[in-house]
């Protein structure tokens, strides 16, 4: 059970909407993927022109509750601006906390992210931010009131997998909030490595809206988030570390 | 009747180690222990058990490589300063209870000073500052004060004294105390409260809760512990565990330290119920820096020499030497009779030479006056 505020979710896998080729293929891919928690931008809502709208198609499934995200906002203060006209739009308590100011790679603000998130959960939003795999900032968002937190695998649309998860279990070590791997992973078996390593979640959106079949993969990544969670639990074998000193260490034990 | 101090308390659930003492343990749990990459109350239990005695040499194996790995070749050093003998609680084990027949000390705050000006000139930068329980002699004031002339000598000044309320600990972070070392005695609640027979020390939440209101008031390091053989070292060293990862995942800028205390029946006057031998004692700690591979592991002077020697390095990464347990006793003054027996009795030279031929580096300071 992934439990997030107050609300709780049987399945671990979290869907971006952005990125599919129409809406259409991107219902599908969510019902393929069983998601209960799907993340869309509030510059993707548009009530004045139906077919550009991802909120109302996405607001008619059961079963699924909207997180809309701050995408887009440059600074704190847009963020908190968008997560409230997010709420009031789609009525949901959920906010993905995304800010990166940088066009290009996409990188998360840190310190504007902070800022946004603490204001945000002082508002009563449960909130999720979307951040680079950085333990000490992990733990400033729990103190400031974050549901979970989302550390990056690696940039943005780039299929780079797990490659921060040195610092990811670092996070997951000490977080006594949900750790929620967002962004980078490419294969449904980097989804599994990552609920392998203790993540309580993945948030996934190219890997699986940029494939030839989107549904398709979209329930190969549900299967892959189930698969590392179950192996998870019932407890992996470790690799062989067990080496025996030439001159013992133990001999003054007599 | 009743009691200003709750005689039996209820460890709350995230400190409870009861759901992992019910398991047994086989050699493959062990194996399996030995080679995790994400240690646990699992893995502890595991490498705590009877199972995991056969394993000492792979365990010590693994330490020494954890222990290299997060502080390197060296070994941190401090010495206490008893300041007081002057106690108000009745711990069934202690040289120092408040119905022993021991003439009574506490130094004033000349000999206090010329007592850290002897421990300086040895060449020492983190002293640990000691009193009793709570008592008019040495209370929070007389503390405060003797940590300001602590903090003028040294970078590191650490209390290892009685519970205080959050503002009594602020009050002793502003004076320059850096650290507190509040061991648990024991964690059984049945046996803390046989063992604690009467004072304000009776009250074991109130104890529990301090390391986490030191370091709410302000203190930045906390030491945790528990006394080995007065309880069932598996329940005690689960709890502590529990206890150790709850304040580093709440506390999380703080520094945590985890000393091994042991009463040892052959050298003190109080028989240990359940006596934890040289090889048990070195099991936990191998245990323990598996578990916890990057939190200083402390061995003090209660130990003997040829045990400190083979531990150092070998998840030990924080040694005292050179101590005394009486009051005072490093300058002009000093009283007689001691806590409790010291069993490495060597110089600071001798010491620092076997840490040295072991190439291991002594490091006197490590941390700097001005971060407070």
Redesign the interface.
């Known amino acids: 059970m992934l439990k997030l505020g107050n609300i709780e979710f049987n399945s671990h896998l979290i869907l971006g909407t952005g990125k599919f080729s129409d809406t259409e293929t991107m219902i599908r891919a969510i019902e393929a993927s069983g998601t209960e928690l799907v993340t869309v931008a509030l510059r993707r809502f548009n009530q004045d022109k139906p077919d550009d709208d991802l909120c109302a198609p996405l607001a008619q499934l059961k079963n699924v509750k909207l997180m809309p995200n701050t995408s887009g906002a440059m600074n704190a203060k847009e963020a908190v601006r968008a997560a409230q006209l997010g709420r009031e739009l789609s009525g949901s308590p959920f906010v993905k906390v995304e800010i990166h100011p940088n066009p290009h790679h996409l990188m998360p603000d840190p310190i504007e992210t902070y800022a946004a998130a603490k204001e945000l959960a002082a508002d009563g939003f449960i909130v999720l931010p979307y951040i680079p795999a950085d333990p000490v900032l992990a733990k400033r968002l729990e103190d400031a009131g974050c549901a979970a937190v989302m550390p990056l695998g690696a940039a943005i649309g780039s299929g780079g997998g797990l490659s921060t998860a040195d610092m990811i279990k670092l996070i997951i070590r000490d977080s006594n909030i949900p750790v929620i791997v967002d962004a980078g992973l490419r294969a449904p078996s980097e989804a599994a490595r990552a609920m392998e390593m203790g993540c309580d979640a993945c948030l996934v959106n190219s890997a699986i809206a940029a494939a030839k079949d989107p549904a398709g993969m979209a329930k190969a990544f549900a299967m892959g988030v189930e698969t590392g969670r179950t192996a998870r639990n019932a407890g992996l074998m470790p690799k062989s570390d067990i080496a025996i000193a030439t001159s013992p260490l133990t001999s003054f034990l007599g | 009747m009743d009691t200003p101090y709750p005689t039996t308390a209820t460890l709350p659930d995230w400190l409870d180690p009861t759901p992992w003492l019910e398991q047994s343990h086989t050699a493959a749990d062990v194996?399996?222990?030995?080679?995790?990459?994400?240690p646990n109350e699992e893995t502890l239990a595991a490498l705590l058990s009877p199972a995991a005695a056969e394993?000492?040499?792979?365990m010590?194996?693994?330490a020494?490589a954890l222990t290299r790995r997060h502080f390197g070749r060296t070994v941190q050093l401090y010495v206490p300063l008893y300041l007081s003998s002057w106690c108000s609680g009745g711990c069934a084990y202690c040289g120092f209870a408040s119905d022993r027949q021991t003439e009574r000390h506490a130094l004033d705050y000349t000999s206090v000073a010329k007592e850290l000006d002897a421990i300086k000139a040895m060449g020492f930068e983190e002293v640990l500052l000691l009193t009793g329980e709570r008592c008019p002699k040495a209370d929070v004031d007389y503390l405060r004060d003797c940590v300001r002339i602590a903090a003028q000598k040294f970078h590191n000044v650490a209390i290892e004294v009685f519970p205080m309320a959050e503002e009594e600990y602020r009050i002793l972070a502003e004076a320059g105390a850096t650290s507190v070392t509040m061991y648990q005695e024991t964690y059984h609640p049945e046996t803390y409260d046989l063992m604690h027979r009467w004072g304000p020390k009776k009250d074991m939440l109130n104890r529990l809760e301090a390391p986490a209101r030191a370091l709410s008031g302000g203190l930045r390091f906390a030491g945790l512990g528990a006394l080995l053989g007065l309880s069932d070292p598996q329940y005690d060293m689960l709890a502590l565990y529990r206890h150790a990862r709850h304040l580093?995942?709440?506390y999380?800028?703080a520094g945590l330290t985890i000393s091994f205390p042991r009463i040892r029946n052959e050298v003190g006057g109080f028989d240990a119920p359940y006596p934890v031998d040289?090889?048990m004692l070195?099991q936990i700690i191998f245990a323990f820096r598996i578990c916890l591979p990057d939190v200083p592991l402390v061995l003090s002077t209660r130990e003997g020499a040829?045990?400190r020697?083979?531990m150092a390095g070998?998840g030990i990464s924080k040694m005292s030497i050179a101590s005394k347990t009486t009051v005072g006793g490093y300058g002009d003054a000093g009283s007689e009779e001691g806590q409790f027996d010291v069993s490495d009795a060597r110089g600071l030279h001798e010491f620092c030479d076997m840490l040295r031929s072991k190439d291991l580096e002594p490091v006197f300071k490590n941390w700097d006056s001005t971060y407070r």
């Open positions: 194996r399996h222990a030995l080679g995790t990459e994400s394993f000492l040499e792979p010590a194996a693994r020494q580093q995942k709440t999380w800028q040289e090889k070195a040829a045990f020697d083979g070998l």
